[in-house]
T-cell receptor
Framework: KQEVTQIPAALSVPEGENLVLNCSFT??????LQWFRQDPGKGLTSLLL?????REQTSGRLNASLDKSSGRSTLYIAASQPGDSATYLCATAAGYSTLTFGKGTMLLVSP | DTAVSQTPKYLVTQMGNDKSIKCEQNLGHDTMYWYKQDSKKFLKIMFS???????INETVPNRFSPKSPDKAHLNLHINSLELGDSAVYFC?????????????FGPGTRLLVL
């Protein structure tokens, strides 16, 4: 059964820093890997989706990498801003529809 | 304009009651889901429906019964509510396009059982 682990559980950085969030998964037979953002009291917003055949995806200041063989993904956030403060969730998709989530990294970017 | 909507947003009820949460998506997606996020913020799949048919049913007590009257709606009915049912319930939808499958989430329903 797939297990997804995210490290660190919480991270606090000053504005402007570049940072890396880590995600690891136990079963490399994934369809894709997704990174989501969850704001307090809100739903999830999809940030990036990396297909199993891809190595990375970029969107603005965000870059996500995938190393399927080692069961790892990283989310790189460049020049962090206070508006980036949220919980970031990593999820793997196995075949049709099923997402397995990590517990998330709670990020706080202070001005 | 809301892509995936849920009602109610908050639900406070007594143990033993029966309650329903409604979900609607206006994205034309074929697949809809219910997830539960517990007090430790762990998000887990409960059910998945494709074109009104159940395709995933994780280990969920049969007090929970999803119902899909049409492709755009997936409601969740909970019988005999228990304290442990207190959580945030998220509805989501997706449409498989090639090898891409992004799920779009609703804002969540915060259920508190007293």
């Amino acid at each position: 059964k797939q297990e997804v682990t995210q490290i660190p559980a919480a991270l606090s950085v000053p504005e402007g820093e570049n940072l890396v969030l880590n995600c690891s998964f136990t079963d490399s037979a994934i369809y894709n890997l997704q990174w989501f953002r969850q704001d307090p009291g809100k739903g999830l917003t999809s940030l990036l989706l990396i297909q199993s055949s891809q190595r990375e995806q970029t969107s603005g200041r965000l870059n996500a990498s995938l190393d399927k063989s080692s069961g790892r993904s990283t989310l790189y956030i460049a020049a962090s801003q206070p508006g980036d403060s949220a919980t970031y969730l990593c999820a793997t998709a196995a075949g049709y529809s099923t997402l397995t989530f990590g517990k998330g990294t709670m990020l706080l970017v202070s001005p | 304009d809301t892509a995936v909507s849920q009602t109610p947003k908050y639900l406070v009820t007594q143990m033993g009651n029966d309650k329903s949460i409604k979900c609607e998506q206006n994205l034309g997606h074929d697949t809809m889901y219910w997830y539960k996020q517990d007090s430790k913020k762990f998000l887990k799949i409960m059910f998945s429906y494709n074109n009104k048919e159940l395709i995933i049913n994780e280990t969920v007590p049969n007090r929970f019964s999803p119902k899909s009257p049409d492709k755009a709606h997936l409601n969740l009915h909970i019988n005999s509510l228990e304290l442990g049912d207190s959580a945030v319930y998220f509805c989501a939808s997706s449409q498989v396009r090639g090898s891409q499958e992004t799920q779009y989430f609703g804002p969540g329903t915060r259920l508190l059982v007293l």
